[in-house]
Structures are given as C-alpha cells and as structure tokens.
C-alpha cells in the first residue's frame, strides 16, 4: 500500500513559479508517481509522472518545458515544480501511485481518466491562479 499527501497550493498570480509536494509512504520502490490535475466539471488531466526508481519522467505536452517533476528518494517526495504560471493551470492537483513504471516513461498512452491505471491517490492540493 502507498500513501501519498500533497501540499504546497495556494493562491498565485500569473507568471509567478510555485512548488508542489508529495510525500510518499509505503512501498514505493519499483513505482510510478505522477501528477494529475482537475477543474470542477472538467475530467482529470495528466501533468508529469515520474519513475521512483529510475527517475525517468514524462511531461504532459500542455506544460512540457514549464513544467518539471523530480523526485528526492530520500525525502520520500515528488515534487511538481510549475513556472510561468497562467491562469488555465488553476486547478486541484493530485498526485498518485501505479504499480507500472510505464506512465512515466511512455505517457498516459490509452490509460483514460479519471483513474488513468494508478491505484494509490493523495487527496489534492488547490492551485489558483490570478490574472
């Protein structure tokens, strides 16, 4: 089982940069962690995800080169580094867990919202916006 709790959301005006965590616990080793991220009324989107082992990662084209997941081991955490703000990244954001490393070396590929194969999920951390 993993156990996953993100933070670091708040409110943030346009171009500024923010961080977001995740702290993991469990079993954690030959997993996947990614980011994830969902508007009210809007289907959950895929942001990053990265090979806990490995390190490997993929970024969603949408925040590819604004965007960058990292993963320090020995703190147990992923982090969700977000520059350049706007005001379409307000949102709720998610990290989660999957058994496959797949996620993070290939993308979601056919894996479809809202669960996208991963089987472990924090409970979310807000992201605002303003412009």
């Known amino acids: 089982q993993v156990r996953l709790v993100e933070s670091g959301g708040r409110l943030m005006q346009a171009g500024e940069s923010i961080r977001l965590s995740c702290v993991a616990s469990g079993r954690t080793g030959s997993r996947a962690i990614g980011w994830f991220r969902q508007i009210p009324g809007k289907e959950r989107e895929f942001v990053a995800a990265?090979?806990?082992?490995?390190?490997?990662?993929y970024h969603a084209e949408s925040v590819r080169g604004r965007f960058t997941i990292s993963r320090d081991i020995a703190k147990n955490t992923v982090y969700l580094q977000m520059n350049n703000l706007i005001s379409d990244d307000t949102a709720v954001y998610y990290c989660?867990?999957?058994?496959?490393?797949?996620?993070?070396?290939?993308?979601?590929?056919?894996?479809?919202?809202?669960?996208?194969?991963?089987?472990?999920w924090g409970e979310g951390t807000q992201v605002t916006v303003s412009s």
């Open positions: 989660a867990s999957s058994g496959s490393t797949d996620i993070a070396l290939y993308g979601p590929g056919s894996a479809e919202p809202p669960t996208y194969g991963m089987d472990y």
């Open positions: 990265v090979a806990w082992g490995s390190g490997s990662r």
